[in-house]
């Protein structure tokens, strides 16, 4: 690899990095990846083309509507039995792949372990599928005596007609436990995020609200979008109990559906992953009046900052004050190793493409460490993830979008927490932002490239121009990046570490730098004979 | 307890399938095609497919896997995809250059009726396709069958494609493996090396999913089977097939399209499989079984013999594809083990009758299921029900292993949580060695962790 650049007065102009990876496209092609490329300056207003269909052809990160719906938002979720109907791939791919880990008590159910399918043969498509599915959730209730039992359309169920919502309205009268459909079939939208929707919408629609169950706490708080990926939801909520706050659910790292049904009696509802659970927030604040507000518990100052939000909006002294002790402990540790390894990794070069909110998160892990991020993009994520919520009024609804149905929410006049809105009002009347999201480009740097739905041939360009010390995305890029010699960090599955959340999740994540930047390994790759004269062979013994 | 929810009680079930000991059709077909030089998969439905295919052949190998999609929406989903194929076909010939793609379908575009075949003329007559390059169509609905059918479909359609009798045969035998690993196709091609027969091995994999880190990134590395060898088969004298369930088809084709006829064996796992491969490959050659050959096999019969003690009376419970199981439990009984639990979810009605086959004389008591429902959740019923000392196939084993404190040897498909399986071999005699030495040290391992201080044995 040839020498790195020096960026320290600034990020070089990436224009012709653009034009380079777009010269190779057809004419076509080249017009849709230009929109879907920024050379970020955070001073203006941008906008960046997201969450539009990749062309087909395209080598791209991006999944499927069943894989947001199912894997991602229900996935982590353990008292319900999952049902795939499908053919059986779809089913088994979805199966324990996505590391969200789960903490049942003794006796409790977790179905996680297990994968669900009905397995549909031919004779299902020729014939419908319906009379399988009510058999295999007979059976699986049988077997398995579950509170409550999901459906997953996947691609054929939707051109065959399969009715999974009557199904499941049959079902659940006839066996009396919670049963419901997600029409989440892979084609509906762009990417995994149309599936996001869609699981919000089912959640929202089926199992929210369901049981009021009295007060457990004096500060009851929901975490939305925070999906436990390597026990990061293990680390935040040890830090909740020790300041004193009633975590009722999150969704949906560690949670159960037992515990969204009773979700809208917190108090206050706190965004991680913008993208993924938006819905939900604005649902319940429709419906039940609670704010939400955007949070980020990744990055130790974040996440302090995050504690500190929560706690001005209790406006309690004794939990500032907790707050505060907690904040002053931990960041006591994190400082130590930072200082440690600061010295070590500064001035080194990130990229990171993942997702629909890490590839902004995992910037102020990067801050912290003094590294660059100099170029990042997400997976599936919208224009607001972008470029701030302020742009929602004018994003373009297209066929696509329009496909996922939009909830129409109406006040529960009984259960409308009239107390938390008129909080809010005052809050917001000192300053005090709800329904935040700001979105990634706003905190970039100066002529960093944003690129939305990244492809493997940008990659290669990407990697050509900038010579990244490290890379961030997920489990299809990364031996295709470290055969370049760059270190590849999954921040979907975290490389089977982690946590990455809050104070100790900052520690684990600059040991893990340390570990990947400081490295000698890659300078192994080169034969010690690369560089030397070569060697002759002979045929005599002496010469 | 990690599957806290499985009991000993069996409830038969006609539509419910827990814990599935198959996967669908696309991921065995994407995996065929990166056995052939130069070629790009391409995956004929929503975008999802192809990333959880990649996604899974990527976590077994950690290896660049690559392949795209035609990315269908909801609008192709109802107008057909042929527009998203045709422009999916043109962008990959400009942005990444293949020389062959190799197009599968999928349960989508397979239920709105598709035809590849169709669309992919469609790009020819266009002018999509340039001059020296190629475009293959394989149908794999994932709701017909499993992995191992879309691996066969996928062969299948190369040699229909590409292979040609011109009628100049040539001193070559061809050689179509069933579903293994790199390091086994890397080893079938060593002993016919042995053996001094030129072969051409359909597909494989070595070279492309075990490839060297030297700094550069090689979208077509140079393994996998060339077009101008595929296009050789042809005109071989023989084809050798290993395993019916992935190479049969292919088999067929050769001998109906190029009149190569073929003799069907097993995938060469344990002893008695590797004979009767090396004497097919000896025929199909007409070449004698040189000396070295048997000298691999008396060493696999040494280690047997000077082992037999700790594998003698071993129950084994095992779970994976048809080609691979088959020989493999052959190689326990003949070792005096015990299979009494096997599992596929791979249909095929002759699977049952040919395990029985191996297993009615000295393993009675064996329960053998495939095809619908016969799951892992089943086999870990059984153990329930009556406990087994081994455990082998994929990575989702560790959850019973571990549940039910059982040794556990990976194998098949996906092994997620182990490296190892890219580079040594287990078919051949020496593989055989290899699959000993795992089971032993499986078997061996329990003993040392559990046996009483005062029997704790320094020499075994």
């Known amino acids: 690899m040839p020498n790195k650049k020096d960026y320290t007065n600034g990020l070089p102009d990436p224009s012709q990095l653009k034009e380079e990876m777009l010269a190779k496209y057809p004419r076509k092609v080249a017009k849709k990846r230009a929109k879907a490329m920024v050379i970020n300056d955070p001073a203006e207003s941008q906008e960046i083309g997201a969450n539009i269909r990749t062309v087909p052809g395209i080598i791209t990160q991006r999944g499927c509507t069943y894989a947001g719906c199912k894997g991602v938002v229900l996935g982590p979720t353990r008292d319900i039995i999952n049902l795939v109907h499908g053919p059986i791939g779809c089913s088994f791919y979805a199966w324990l792949t996505r590391r969200n880990q789960t903490k049942p008590t003794e006796g409790e159910p977790n179905f996680m372990t297990y994968a669900f399918s009905t397995d549909m043969q031919d004779e299902n498509i020729v014939f419908g599928g319906e009379a399988k599915l009510k058999d295999a959730i007979r059976e699986a209730f049988d077997i398995f005596k579950p509170k409550s039992i999901g459906i997953f359309s996947t691609c054929p169920v939707g051109l065959i007609g399969d009715d999974v919502h009557a199904v499941a309205r049959e079902m659940k009268e006839e066996l009396g436990i919670n049963i419901f459909g997600f029409s989440c079939e892979g084609y509906r939208g762009v990417s995994q995020s149309a599936g996001h929707h869609i699981a919000n919408n089912g959640i929202f629609k089926h199992v929210v609200g369901n049981d009021d169950r009295p007060r457990t706490g004096k500060f009851q708080v929901n975490l939305l979008g925070e999906y436990n990926i390597g026990g990061d939801a293990f680390e935040i909520e040890r830090i909740f109990e020790e300041v004193g706050v009633t975590l009722i659910s999150t969704y949906s790292g560690n949670s159960t559906v037992e515990s969204f049904a009773y979700s809208h009696t917190a108090d206050l509802n706190m965004v991680m992953c913008h993208r993924s659970i938006n819905y939900i927030a604005e649902m319940m604040e429709e419906k039940y009046g609670i704010p939400w507000f955007k949070v980020n518990f990744i990055g130790a100052e974040s996440t302090a900052k995050s504690l500190r939000k929560m706690a001005d909006y209790f406006g309690d002294k004794e939990l500032s004050a907790k707050v505060e002790e907690v904040i002053a402990r931990e960041m006591l540790k994190v400082k130590a190793v930072a200082d440690a390894v600061k010295p070590k990794v500064e001035g080194k070069l990130a990229m990171m493409f993942v997702g629909g909110s890490r590839a902004h998160h995992y910037q102020d892990l990067f801050t912290e460490l003094g590294v660059r991020v100099v170029s990042a993009g997400y997976e599936f994520a919208h224009r607001d993830d972008y470029e701030g919520r302020e742009v929602i009024p004018n994003i373009k609804i297209d066929a696509d979008t329009r496909n996922i149905e939009d909830l129409v929410v109406e006040k529960d006049e009984e259960k409308y927490r009239n107390d938390l809105a008129e909080k809010k009002a005052k809050l917001q009347a000192e300053g005090y932002e709800f329904e935040d999201y700001k979105g990634m480009m706003p905190d970039m740097q100066k002529n960093s490239l944003v690129i939305d739905d990244v492809n493997h041939w940008e990659t290669e360009k990407l990697i050509e121009f900038y010579k990244p010390d490290v890379f961030c995305a997920g489990i299809k890029e990364k031996y295709v990046v470290q055969k370049y010699g760059v270190p590849l960090k999954q921040l979907h599955s975290y490389d089977y570490g982690g946590p990455y959340a809050a104070f100790e999740g900052a520690i684990n994540f600059y040991k893990e730098m340390e570990r990947m930047l400081g490295t000698d390994i890659w300078k192994l790759v080169d034969t010690p004979w690369k560089h030397e004269p070569e060697i002759v062979g002979s045929v005599t013994v002496d010469a | ?460």
């Not at chain 2, 030089?37 to 995956?43: I, V």
């Not at chain 2, 575009?109 to 469609?122: A, F, H, N, W, Y």
């Not at chain 2, 590409?162 to 086994?184: A, C």
């Not at chain 2, 359909?202 to 996998?224: A, F, N, R």
Request: hydrophobic share 40%; proline share 5%; aromatic share 8%.
């Open chain 2, 1 to 460: 307890m990690l599957l806290r929810h499985t009991t000993s009680e069996v409830k038969e079930r006609k539509a419910l399938t827990v814990n599935p000991a198959k996967t669908c059709q696309p991921v065995g077909a994407m995996y065929a095609a990166l056995g052939v030089h130069g070629c790009l998969p391409h995956s004929h439905g929503s975008q999802g497919c192809c990333s959880y295919h990649r996604s899974a052949l990527t976590r077994h190998y950690k290896e660049p896997v690559m392949a795209a999609t035609s990315s269908f929406t909801e609008g192709s989903s109802v107008f057909g995809g042929q527009a998203n194929l045709l422009q999916a076909i043109d962008n990959i010939f400009t942005i990444y250059d293949p020389d062959i793609i190799a197009v599968h379908s999928t349960c989508l575009s397979e239920t709105i009726g598709d035809d590849l075949g169709q669309i992919v003329k469609k790009a020819l007559d266009d002018g999509k396709i340039p001059e020296g390059k190629f475009v293959v169509q394989a149908s794999t609905p994932s709701y017909v069958g499993s992995h191992v059918t879309g691996y066969a479909n996928m062969l299948e359609a190369f040699v229909k494609y590409f292979s040609y009798n011109t009628n100049e045969k040539i001193r070559q035998v061809n050689m179509l493996s069933g579903w293994v690993e790199p390091s086994d196709m890397r080893e079938l091609k060593r002993i016919a090396g042995l053996m001094k027969i030129k072969t051409v091995l359909l597909p494989d994999t070595s070279d492309v999913v075990d490839t060297p880190m030297d700094g550069t990134y090689k979208m077509y590395p140079k393994g996998g089977t060339t077009r101008e060898e595929i296009v050789s088969m042809g005109n071989s004298m023989k084809t050798v097939a290993m395993g019916e369930w992935a190479t049969q088809k292919a088999a067929i084709m050769l001998d109906n399209k190029c009149k190569v006829p073929f003799s069907m064996t097993d995938v060469p796992i344990g002893l008695r499989a590797t004979d009767r491969f090396i004497q097919a490959l000896s025929t199909a050659g007409k070449v004698s079984i040189p000396e070295c050959i048997s000298e691999e096999r008396g060493k696999l019969v040494d280690v047997i013999t000077d082992m037999h003690q700790y594998l003698y009376g071993k129950r084994v419970a095992l779970w994976g594809d048809p080609d691979t199981i088959l020989p493999l439990i052959e190689f326990l009984v003949d070792m005096d083990m015990k299979p009494v639990y096997v599992v596929s979810g791979t249909p095929g009605k002759k699977f049952s009758k040919l395990a029985m086959d191996i297993l009615e004389e000295k393993v009675p008591e064996a329960k053998v299921r495939n095809g619908a429902s016969a799951d892992m959740f089943l086999m870990h019923q059984w153990i329930k029900e009556e406990p087994v000392d081994l455990l082998i196939g994929n990575t989702y084993g560790k959850y019973i292993a571990r549940d039910e404190g059982i040794p556990f040897v990976r194998s098949g498909f996906p092994i997620i949580d182990r490296i190892g399986h890219s580079y040594f071999p287990t078919v051949g005699y020496m593989g055989g060695i290899r699959l000993l030495e795992s089971i032993l040290g499986a078997i061996m391992d329990k003993i040392d962790a559990t046996a009483p201080e005062e029997s704790f044995e320094l020499v075994m």
